[in-house]
């Protein structure tokens, strides 16, 4: 894929390119632009509008509306997945979970819906006689709502339960109290509740006025028994009797003729309950609870409800209902339903030992998954100094997967509080390379993710990342990093280690635009070599005197030759040496030395002549104009300015580049790889001009 990225950002225009199914690493210097172009990938597949949000300032100043931000040659591609800092604080160390839907993620394989989906054919007879009925699902509503109005007791019965408020103490609406006769027709409504509640209401008024606050008539002879409604009656326990008689009609033809009689006579009590009846109500409690049971657990049943199951047969043939045993709900319309689905039951048991090898199969399955993603990632955590583990918690028909401290048994129940930002980084990582796999986006970006990491640490990473059987191999990654030791490793020190080549490149920004240039392992070579190549390459002898000091730097040889080109850089007529902190003039024999040494490298050498070179302004803005590459100008700037600069943070990058640039053995060239930021080099070209 050849990607082109315009006006996003910083970025007015570039492209780069991305093989598909190999590791793409994109190195850069930060504030190239690498977050951006990630972003607008992942934008530009989100097809919302969102892509604005990337506008440049200039374009917003001046009002554009051609320069939009666009990015092309994503045919075909239609996800992706991002790691950054937005992954790691919104998806990874969730509440007692190391990763939002960790089941999907670890557990939940093709091959597990594939035994899950054969387990639900086998049982699919059961499962749709509960499908293809209403009946079922009503009753089993019908039988909660029954025993919940007897409220949590562990008696089976609570003075605080809808039945004890709605009938407990009576039934008052087919008992209307002597004197209230005249409400009849109201509190045996079908609206009573509500109209008690109007009716209670309206009666806070009733001592503004002697007439009705409702029509305005006389009332006063009244008073006494509108106040007895409220007296005798509780809208909230009209609204429970409803409900528990609702309840008990629907499920009428459910229960025997005999129960149905007695029930009546218990919710129509003028007073409470007896011991008898109270007695009686708990065994139909009783009987319903465990006809409610057994067709929850039929209509639910899955894998999970026979995994510990020693044998499916004798699970499924307890599952059977036996009405004998409930002879309360021994009915026409209950025989039937439960002949349904006993015979449902049946049609499984015959088919039981192919049902039995499927649930097996599935438990073997999900134990070897989920032991390879522990020993996988717990490998990694150990190999890379992590003193944590994952292990895999049953947590109701799932799993989760959690994390602990090697010297803890107990479960980390947060890993934002107990991580630190580099452990949390690692992990996160970890954790973004399963989603990854379980998701199958078409296109991985990895955003700057282990520069923060310790050099001990990066190679785990990234081992675990690309070279483990489950890891991000194969798939199509774009890396991007300012960090130049993975490609060392992975192009340089190691590069049999991977199945298939990874692709790295340079990404330069210049003046708005994207530049990439490949990076092979012929182009990492030590820095002695890259200055050894530069100074016979070169046609500058300025350029010429800074490698091969360098040279004597690198090897950490500080001898009379390297003495005598710092002191020609230091633009100093009669050279000296330091030794013990005193300044010795370097003798004619030592000068003569240096120089044999420095010619065999240099045959231009002559310090008169170079001397009036560097010391001669005007001849030193020739030779930064003309210079090819931005680090040669940086360096002649150097010798130029002799350590002046208008910017403390110019004076510094500029000492620190002249002397090591980094701690890596290998590096790249900077006569081919522009790793100068423009910035930088803008604010030398001013200084010069100004000179």
Same mark, same amino acid.
Request: glycine share 4%; charged share 30%; proline share 3%.
């Given at each position: 894929?050849?990607?082109?990225?315009?006006?996003?950002?910083?970025?007015?225009?570039?492209?780069?390119?991305?093989?598909?199914?190999?590791?793409?690493?994109?190195?850069? $210097?930060?504030?190239?632009?690498?977050?951006?172009?990630?972003?607008?990938?992942?934008?530009?597949?989100?097809?919302?509008?969102?892509?604005?949000?990337?506008?440049?300032?200039?374009?917003?100043?001046?009002?554009?509306?051609?320069?939009?931000?666009?990015? @092309?040659?994503?045919?075909?591609?239609?996800?992706?997945?991002?790691?950054?800092?937005?992954?790691?604080?919104?998806?990874?160390?969730?509440?007692?979970?190391?990763?939002?839907?960790?089941?999907?993620?670890?557990?939940?394989?093709?091959?597990?819906?594939?035994?899950?989906?054969?387990?639900?054919?086998?049982?699919?007879?059961?499962?749709?006689?509960?499908?293809?009925? @209403?009946?079922?699902?009503?009753?089993?509503?019908?039988?909660?709502?029954?025993?919940?109005?007897?409220?949590?007791?562990?008696?089976?019965?609570?003075?605080?339960?809808?039945?004890?408020?709605?009938?407990?103490?009576?039934? %008052?609406?087919?008992?209307?109290?002597?004197?209230?006769?005249?409400? @009849?027709? &109201?509190?045996?409504?079908?609206?009573?509740?509500?109209?008690?509640?109007?009716?209670?209401?309206?009666?806070?008024?009733? +001592?503004?006025?002697?007439?009705?606050?409702?029509?305005?008539?006389?009332?006063?002879?009244?008073?006494?028994?509108?106040?007895?409604?409220?007296?005798?009656?509780?809208? %909230?326990?009209?609204?429970?009797?409803?409900?528990?008689?609702?309840?008990?009609?629907?499920?009428?033809?459910?229960?025997?003729?005999?129960?149905?009689?007695?029930?009546?006579?218990?919710?129509?009590?003028?007073?409470?309950?007896?011991?008898?009846?109270?007695?009686?109500?708990?065994?139909?409690?009783?009987?319903?609870?465990?006809?409610?049971? %057994?067709?929850?657990?039929?209509?639910?049943?899955?894998?999970?409800? !026979?995994?510990?199951?020693?044998?499916?047969?004798?699970?499924?043939?307890?599952?059977?209902?036996?009405?004998?045993?409930?002879?309360? !709900?021994?009915?026409?319309?209950?025989?039937?339903? =439960?002949?349904?689905?006993?015979?449902?039951?049946?049609?499984?048991?015959?088919?039981?030992?192919?049902?039995?090898?499927?649930?097996?199969?599935?438990?073997?399955?999900?134990?070897? @998954?989920?032991?390879?993603?522990?020993?996988?990632?717990?490998?990694?955590?150990?190999?890379?100094?992590?003193?944590?583990?994952?292990?895999?918690?049953?947590?109701?028909?799932?799993? #989760? $997967?959690?994390?602990?401290?090697?010297?803890?048994?107990?479960?980390?129940?947060?890993?934002?509080?107990?991580?630190?930002?580099?452990?949390?980084?690692?992990?996160?990582?970890?954790?973004?390379?399963?989603?990854?796999?379980?998701?199958?986006?078409? =296109?991985?970006?990895? +955003?700057?993710?282990?520069?923060?990491?310790?050099?001990?640490?990066?190679?785990?990473?990234?081992? $675990?990342?690309?070279?483990?059987?489950?890891?991000?191999?194969?798939?199509?990654?774009?890396?991007?990093?300012?960090?130049?030791?993975?490609?060392?490793?992975?192009? &340089?020190?190691?590069?049999?280690?991977?199945?298939?080549?990874? #692709?790295?490149?340079?990404?330069?920004?210049?003046?708005?635009?994207?530049? *990439?240039?490949?990076?092979?392992?012929?182009?990492?070579?030590?820095?002695?070599?890259?200055?050894?190549?530069?100074?016979?390459?070169?046609?500058?002898?300025?350029?010429?005197?800074?490698?091969?000091?360098?040279?004597?730097?690198?090897?950490?040889?500080?001898?009379?030759?390297?003495?005598?080109?710092?002191?020609?850089?230091?633009?100093?007529?009669?050279? &000296?040496?330091?030794?013990?902190?005193?300044?010795?003039?370097? $003798?004619?024999?030592?000068?003569?030395?240096?120089?044999?040494?420095?010619?065999?490298?240099?045959?231009?050498?002559?310090?008169?002549?170079?001397?009036?070179?560097?010391?001669?302004?005007?001849?030193?803005?020739?030779?930064?104009?003309?210079?090819?590459?931005?680090?040669? %100008?940086?360096?002649?700037?150097? =010798?130029?300015?002799?350590?002046?600069?208008?910017?403390?943070?110019?004076?510094?990058?500029?000492?620190?580049?002249?002397?090591?640039?980094?701690?890596?053995?290998?590096?790249?060239?900077?006569?081919?790889?522009? !790793?100068?930021?423009?910035?930088?080099? *803008?604010?030398?070209?001013?200084?010069?001009?100004?000179?």
């Amino acid at each position: 894929m050849k990607l082109t990225i315009k006006h996003c950002n910083n970025i007015d225009e570039g492209s780069i390119d991305v093989e598909e199914n190999t590791l793409n690493i994109k190195y850069a $210097m930060n504030g190239t632009g690498k977050s951006t172009i990630a972003r607008a990938i992942e934008l530009h597949l989100r097809d919302d509008g969102s892509m604005a949000e990337l506008t440049p300032f200039k374009v917003l100043e001046s009002g554009e509306t051609d320069a939009q931000p666009q990015i @092309t040659g994503l045919d075909g591609v239609s996800s992706v997945a991002i790691f950054n800092d937005e992954y790691i604080d919104q998806f990874a160390f969730q509440q007692d979970e190391i990763l939002q839907d960790s089941f999907g993620i670890f557990i939940k394989t093709p091959d597990y819906d594939a035994h899950i989906a054969e387990i639900d054919k086998i049982t699919t007879e059961i499962t749709n006689t509960f499908r293809d009925s @209403t009946e079922i699902d009503k009753v089993i509503g019908d039988l909660a709502t029954l025993s919940e109005s007897f409220g949590k007791s562990k008696k089976g019965y609570s003075a605080a339960s809808a039945l004890a408020k709605g009938i407990g103490k009576g039934n %008052k609406v087919a008992n209307i109290p002597k004197g209230l006769e005249s409400y @009849t027709a &109201y509190l045996k409504s079908s609206l009573n509740a509500k109209w008690l509640k109007w009716q209670m209401d309206g009666n806070t008024y009733v +001592d503004v006025s002697d007439n009705c606050p409702y029509c305005t008539s006389p009332t006063s002879d009244k008073k006494d028994t509108i106040a007895q409604v409220s007296k005798e009656y509780d809208a %909230k326990s009209v609204e429970h009797l409803n409900r528990i008689v609702s309840v008990l009609e629907s499920l009428g033809q459910y229960f025997s003729q005999d129960a149905n009689d007695r029930l009546q006579e218990i919710t129509r009590n003028v007073d409470g309950f007896s011991t008898e009846q109270m007695n009686y109500l708990l065994q139909i409690k009783g009987q319903v609870d465990t006809l409610q049971q %057994k067709l929850l657990e039929l209509r639910g049943i899955t894998y999970y409800s !026979m995994k510990d199951a020693d044998k499916v047969s004798d699970l499924l043939a307890g599952q059977k209902i036996d009405l004998s045993y409930l002879s309360e !709900m021994d009915s026409e319309s209950t025989r039937e339903l =439960v002949e349904k689905i006993n015979g449902s039951l049946d049609v499984v048991l015959a088919k039981v030992g192919n049902l039995q090898g499927e649930v097996a199969k599935q438990t073997a399955l999900i134990k070897q @998954t989920i032991e390879e993603n522990k020993a996988g990632i717990n490998n990694f955590l150990k190999f890379a100094g992590y003193k944590y583990c994952v292990d895999a918690e049953y947590v109701k028909e799932s799993y #989760r $997967m959690r994390l602990r401290h090697v010297d803890s048994s107990k479960a980390v129940p947060s890993g934002t509080q107990h991580l630190s930002y580099g452990e949390k980084n690692a992990f996160a990582l970890v954790l973004f390379m399963y989603e990854c796999l379980a998701k199958q986006a078409d =296109v991985i970006i990895l +955003d700057d993710p282990i520069s923060s990491f310790d050099r001990d640490k990066k190679y785990a990473v990234i081992d $675990m990342l690309f070279r483990g059987k489950k890891s991000l191999r194969g798939k199509t990654v774009l890396m991007m990093t300012h960090d130049l030791e993975p490609i060392i490793d992975i192009l &340089y020190n190691l590069p049999h280690k991977f199945n298939s080549a990874p #692709r790295a490149s340079y990404l330069e920004l210049r003046s708005g635009t994207i530049l *990439e240039k490949p990076i092979t392992r012929e182009d990492l070579s030590t820095f002695a070599t890259i200055c050894d190549d530069n100074i016979g390459e070169r046609d500058e002898d300025v350029v010429k005197l800074v490698y091969l000091r360098r040279h004597y730097e690198v090897l950490n040889n500080r001898g009379v030759s390297y003495q005598l080109l710092s002191n020609l850089l230091h633009k100093r007529d009669k050279p &000296y040496k330091k030794e013990s902190g005193k300044e010795t003039p370097l $003798m004619p024999e030592e000068i003569d030395e240096a120089t044999r040494e420095i010619q065999s490298k240099m045959p231009s050498f002559d310090y008169a002549r170079l001397l009036k070179k560097v010391s001669d302004v005007e001849s030193m803005k020739e030779a930064f104009a003309a210079a090819t590459y931005n680090y040669e %100008k940086l360096q002649i700037f150097r =010798v130029l300015q002799d350590r002046f600069s208008e910017s403390d943070v110019i004076h510094k990058f500029i000492n620190e580049t002249f002397h090591i640039e980094n701690e890596y053995i290998m590096q790249l060239n900077p006569c081919k790889y522009e !790793m100068v930021p423009e910035f930088i080099v *803008e604010e030398c070209e001013r200084i010069v001009s100004s000179l």
